[in-house]
């Protein structure tokens, strides 16, 4: 798509960068004495840069007839918004009529002093080149007004800013009244006396609302002037609304090629419609206007006229010009097919003062923090909204965009979505994509109003937040991890906890297991050695979660957030709005609501002590669901073999009678818990009940050393270990087969809820034999497991063969020989066949 700057040649001034206000500045007065600029000096280059309005063609058509004795309107009244083109019209009249030898009578109450210049004298002055008939401080009349007159028909009287000028004159004594009252006078004069001649026109321009009067007595000479002009004029307006984008392209642009316009406009007339901006009904409206007011957006002129326009200080077509001709200067070698809203740059410091001189001086620091400035939270959302459209700087776009539609001279303020996307959007990317663009502005912007998308002088939730975070100390954040972590143990798990420990003194040497929470990256080996000054006994039971210290500053800025928040919310003072206030407890809640998550990214590393050193493991994010840490960090280590509630008796014989023919039950269960590295085991239990299934199993037996000799008690039958110090286990060689009466298992009980039948009643029909070979879902080998335990009561030998294949992934040796053989061995299931790849 081709650069709107070779589709619509500019003017050599703009070109050239000559944008003083004063190129835009229509001044009749500067006109007269020869003083103006060219381009309103020259009457060729005037009119090649002014679009003949309607209303201007048909006020130099009535002049025209008027001067000539074709009758008409002797008064007419030039009536537009400050700003409008009331003085382009003057200049115009006074071109023709020089062109044409009419005299003309020039007066504006603006460059005129009142001391020493008084209306009717001007007036015999430019006439005549004398001061005879007219001198003095008191109004003529309008006899010596119709002879003065009467001898320069035709002749063509431009007063312009003439309520200035009476303003100015009520200062001014006159006997018992005020020159201000003798300029009414004359005023009054003058109306009546050119509408007695034929070939004598007055035009006259007076502002058409309150907004450009000065104070009260303005306001009463406003009332009075109107009532003098209004019982002869006849009121024009140069411009209409509807012609502001011809005036503006004939102004700036020398050529434009049509075609190319059309085919611009209509490829993003046809995306805006694809993309839902543009209803049916608006299509055609807008692809006209835009091709009116091309390379500008018909939105650009709207809310330049519209909205910067109602400023009593913005003046609608000089200001309008003048700001639009910086933007076209400032775009010119940028490859742009035309010229948005988000297109002004606000970092243009011309650009910037033409817009900030009618809103206030505070919008500099405002609009360089949340827009221009190179940590401006636009600058950021350009970054973040993704690599596909950093290019297009979406959100500075969206955010000068926003900022323009900001402010009004009545109080109209911001914009609607749909408003922003067919500002901003462009064929290139869909629209949706601004939808992203906003919602980062709101979180990155520190005067973008919580109330709508428009910008305040107030600062945002953002900026209230950002100042209270700066005031959060570094004590109080750390306050506040220590209590989420204290929040977040469950007290009544299978580990003690002891949370940010300043001594190894402090964390118990006994058996149970231990969960140590330290603010160090990493234990160090004399937790394990040390219990203060003695040492310590009990190794295996400590486990040491630590902190990821890349993660620790990422936790305090949440902390810290959090903290600001509840502050916010806690402080009344603010005086918030009702949706600031409930934004605020929406954003608190949804803080604690993460905190969880957020403090398990932080103490995810776990450390286990092996002989002489640490297993390390990453934890990972939180598991979902989960709300405790010692529970998370129990059931992991569990489901990976680290922790046991209970040892197998297969592992007690292969492992620890191996080679030897009997050991120590309770030197056996010390050493679980003293060498690091051994088994854990979460009690006493576990390692009895292991040790009463070998026992009935016969996989070795239990006794006692008697006389310094091993002695077996008990072998093939039920048994309870006391774990006392002269309690042992032995290989099953050394246990001779028992008596009869001693081995005899007890009678075995009737099971619950199962009624002895009486022998009488005959027998139900029976299956003596099963084989079952199922194929089971993933997630439904539980029911197999109640299958198999029910099968298990009713017959002697129920032997349960699993082919498990596993494929579509992989698993790491270490992990296959750590955690699925080991897990395999510690439950005594038998691996009969075994393939791997």
């Not at 709207?302 to 076209?328: A, C, E, I, M, N």
């Not at 299978?494 to 040497?509: C, F, K, Q, S």
């Not at 854990?680 to 050393?705: H, T």
């Not at 246990?735 to 199962?754: D, H, M, N, S, Y």
């Amino acid at each position: 798509m081709k650069a709107f700057n070779q589709i619509a040649t500019p003017h050599s001034d703009i070109l050239q960068g000559k944008l003083t206000m004063d190129i835009f500045a229509a001044d009749l007065w500067q006109v007269l004495n020869g003083k103006a600029p060219a381009d309103y000096l020259d009457r060729d280059l005037f009119f090649n840069k002014t679009y003949p309005t309607k209303g201007l063609k048909n006020l130099l058509e009535v002049v025209k007839k008027r001067l000539k004795g074709g009758g008409g309107d002797p008064v007419i009244q030039l009536q537009t918004p400050f700003g409008g083109g009331k003085t382009h019209a003057l200049i115009s009249l006074f071109h023709e009529a020089k062109k044409n030898s009419i005299k003309i009578f020039v007066f504006d109450g603006t460059a005129l002093n009142p001391i020493t210049s008084k209306p009717w004298e001007e007036l015999e002055k430019q006439l005549t080149g004398k001061v005879s008939l007219t001198q003095g401080e008191i109004s003529p009349g309008k006899d010596t007004l119709a002879k003065l007159l009467a001898a320069n028909q035709p002749v063509l009287i431009l007063m312009d800013e003439i309520l200035e000028y009476a303003t100015k004159a009520a200062g001014i004594r006159v006997g018992d009244s005020n020159l201000a009252a003798q300029t009414l006078a004359f005023m009054q004069e003058l109306s009546a006396t050119v509408s007695s001649l034929d070939k004598a026109l007055l035009v006259i321009t007076l502002p058409s609302s309150l907004m450009e009067h000065y104070d009260e007595n303005a306001e009463k000479l406003y009332g009075k002037l109107q009532k003098i002009a209004g019982r002869t004029e006849k009121i024009y307006t140069p411009v209409e609304e509807d012609e502001i984008e011809h005036v503006i392209r004939k102004r700036l642009f020398q050529q434009i090629e049509e075609a190319e316009v059309k085919k611009v406009v209509d490829n993003f007339v046809n995306y805006a419609r694809a993309e839902g901006l543009l209803s049916g009904d608006e299509v055609q409206r807008y692809r006209e206007r835009f091709i009116s007011s091309f390379p500008f957006k018909p939105e650009v002129i709207d809310v330049l006229y519209k909205k910067w326009g109602s400023f009593p200080t913005f003046q609608r077509t000089r200001g309008v010009l003048r700001l639009l001709s910086l933007v076209v200067y400032d775009l010119i070698n940028r490859n742009v097919p035309y010229i948005r809203l988000g297109d002004f740059d606000l970092g243009n410091n011309e650009i910037r003062r033409e817009l900030i001189k009618h809103i206030g001086q505070e919008w500099d620091s405002i609009i360089a923090q949340d827009i221009t400035s190179k940590e401006a939270g636009a600058r950021v959302v350009d970054n973040n909204i993704g690599s596909a459209y950093r290019a297009y700087k979406l959100g500075s776009v969206v955010a000068s965009t926003i900022f323009m539609h900001s402010f009004s001279g009545r109080g109209e303020k911001g914009t609607g979505i749909r408003e922003i996307k067919l500002s901003s959007a462009q064929p290139q990317f869909g629209s949706s994509v601004i939808d992203s663009v906003i919602n980062g502005l709101k979180e990155k912007l520190y005067y973008l109003s919580d109330e709508g998308l428009y910008f305040t002088n107030r600062p945002n939730l953002n900026r209230i937040l950002i100042t209270r975070e700066e005031n959060i100390t570094r004590e109080s954040i750390v306050e506040e991890e220590r209590a989420f972590l204290e929040k977040y143990i469950s007290r009544k798990g299978e580990l003690a906890v002891y949370i940010w420990t300043e001594n190894h003194r402090d964390i118990p040497d006994n058996s149970q297991l231990k969960l140590v929470v330290l603010r160090d990256a990493q234990p160090e080996w004399e937790y394990i050695e040390k219990h203060g000054e003695t040492p310590r006994i009990y190794r295996n039971t400590l486990m040491f979660l630590t902190p990821d210290q890349n993660q620790k500053p990422v936790l305090h800025d949440f902390l810290r957030k959090l903290l600001a928040l509840r502050s916010i919310e806690g402080d009344e003072k603010l005086n918030l709005t009702e949706n600031q206030k409930k934004e605020i407890k929406n954003k608190v809640k949804n803080q604690e609501q993460r905190a969880y998550e957020e403090i398990r990214k932080c103490y995810r590393n776990l450390y286990l002590p092996i002989k002489g050193d640490f297993k390390e493991i990453d934890l990972g994010f939180a598991t979902f669901g989960e709300t405790f840490i010692d529970k998370e960090i129990f059931n992991r280590l569990r489901s990976e073999g680290e922790i046991l509630e209970r040892v197998s008796p297969a592992v007690i014989k292969e492992k620890y009678l191996k080679g030897k023919e009997y050991v120590s039950t309770k030197y056996l269960l010390e050493a679980f818990w003293k060498t690091p590295g051994e088994i854990r085991l979460i009690s006493a239990e576990g390692f009895k009940d292991g040790v009463r299934e070998g026992v009935e199993r016969g996989l070795f037996g239990l006794g006692y050393i008697e006389d310094g000799k091993p002695v077996c008690k008990y072998f093939k039958q039920k048994v309870s270990p006391e774990l006392s110090d002269s309690e042992i286990i032995l290989v099953a060689e050394l246990c001779r087969p028992l008596p009869e009466t001693e081995a005899a298992p007890p009678k075995e009980p009737t099971r619950p809820g199962v009624k002895e039948e009486p022998a009488s009643k005959p027998q139900l029909p029976v299956y003596k034999k099963l084989h079952l070979k199922v194929e089971v879902p993933p997630g439904r080998m539980s029911d197999i497991s109640k299958i198999i335990n029910l099968l298990n009561g009713k017959f002697d030998d129920c032997q349960v063969e699993v082919e498990i294949k596993a494929e579509g992934g992989e698993i790491t040796i270490s992990d296959y020989e750590d955690k699925i053989k080991e897990a395999l061995s510690q439950a005594e299931i038998e691996i009969k066949e075994e393939h791997k790849e």
